[in-house]
């Protein structure tokens, strides 16, 4: 075998902050989110999905302002996962109001360029207060694993292990004592990988017959 091929072969886990080209790490980001959660962008969106420019100016926010939270699973040069872990979700929010980083988007939605219709937005704010809701005070948190993707070809292999435990190293560094994520129940695989690392179910939202499950794990004692 050429050293290409082996090196095609061998995937190592590296921050975006090491990789560099926000953009275009963000829209391979967009093409793995959609090819792996085709149930709950139709769920969310229904028969109409958003174009991959919607989430590719999205991800490559997050890549721009915090960048070593992204993990990425390289085979070569090619990205085949990743895994988005933020030390704090409402400076992420704080941040894209204070840029007014929201407003192209707002322009780009209102364009018709992402390719989404205004009663979409109805159902992601029922969906997001119903989240909010599932909390009990004490279980809120302000790190969370907010996506993680990895290519069906590369699915087995331990790729979401090594990156999950990039991104909770990182949490670790900045200090972050616990992180939470959420779920859908039926997900077996990432359910038992979640387990492994001691994340517990605090909270959970009724998902049509499935539900999401809210899990929490604390970062200063438990397993790594």
Known sequence: MSRSGEDERRVTVRSAAQVGGPRAI????????????PDTVRAMFGDRPPRPEA????????????????????????????AITLASMS???ARA????AWVPW???????????????????????VAFARSF?????????????????????RGVARALLEGGLDYLRRQGAPRVKLEVLDDNTSACHLYETFGFRPVGEVPYGPRR???????LATGPA
Do not use: H, N
């Open 26 to 37: 963000a829209a391979r980001m967009a093409a793995l989110f959609l090819v792996s959660f």
């Open 55 to 82: 989430m590719t100016d999205f991800f490559a926010f997050v890549v721009r302002t915090e960048p070593e939270g992204v993990q990425l699973a390289l085979a070569g040069d090619r990205i085949v996962g990743y």
């Open 91 to 93: 400076r992420l929010s």
């Open 97 to 100: 109001a204070l840029t007014f």
């Open 106 to 128: 707002v322009v780009r939605f209102l364009g018709g360029r992402y390719g989404l219709s205004l009663g979409a937005l109805p159902g992601i704010a029922r969906s997001k």
């Open 136 to 156: 009990r005070p004490g279980d809120r948190v302000a790190a969370q694993v907010l996506s993680l993707a990895v290519d069906p070809a590369w699915r087995g």
């Open 212 to 218: 999401w499950l809210i899990l929490i794990k604390e």
